[in-house]
Nanobody, 124 residues
Framework: QVQLVESGGGLVQAGGSLRLSCAAS????????MGWFRQAPGKEREFVAT????????YYADSVKGRFTISRDNAKKTMYLQMSSLKPEDTAVYYC?????????????????WGQGTQVTVSS
């Protein structure tokens, strides 16, 4: 069993930065790929970024590539999402998730555990 708690969301102006954190409990964090997803009002939850179990492999959605950076600290059982050059279209609830396998994965169905989400609002 893995429990995930996101933090770091908030209100920021366009062009600004935020860093999200995802704190995990449970024994499997260091062997699980992790991911960030987001859901805007009236839209489906979409993939943002993923990182493999060791932190050596990452993959990003085209919409955030070059602006967001995913990372993890297995000793602290924490994953991060550094978001820069934020745009109003980045406004959403951001969720962290733990996958059942160690390879980075973009498919929502491959993730077994989800956090409660943290709101990110980018004003224009």
């Amino acid at each position: 069993q893995v429990q995930l708690v996101e933090s770091g969301g908030g209100l920021v102006q366009a062009g600004g930065s935020l860093r999200l954190s995802c704190a995990a409990s449970g024994r499997t964090f260091s062997t699980s790929a992790m991911g960030w997803f987001r859901q805007a009002p009236g839209k489906e939850r979409e993939f943002v970024a993923t990182i493999n179990w060791s932190g050596t492999g990452t993959y990003y959605a085209d919409s955030v590539k070059g602006r967001f950076t995913i990372s993890r600290d297995n000793a602290k059982k924490t994953m991060y999402l550094q978001m820069s050059s934020l745009k109003p279209e980045d406004t959403a609830v951001y969720y962290c998730a733990a996958a059942r396998f160690g390879n980075a994965n973009v498919k929502r169905d491959e993730y077994d555990y989800w956090g409660q989400g943290t709101q990110v609002t980018v004003s224009s």
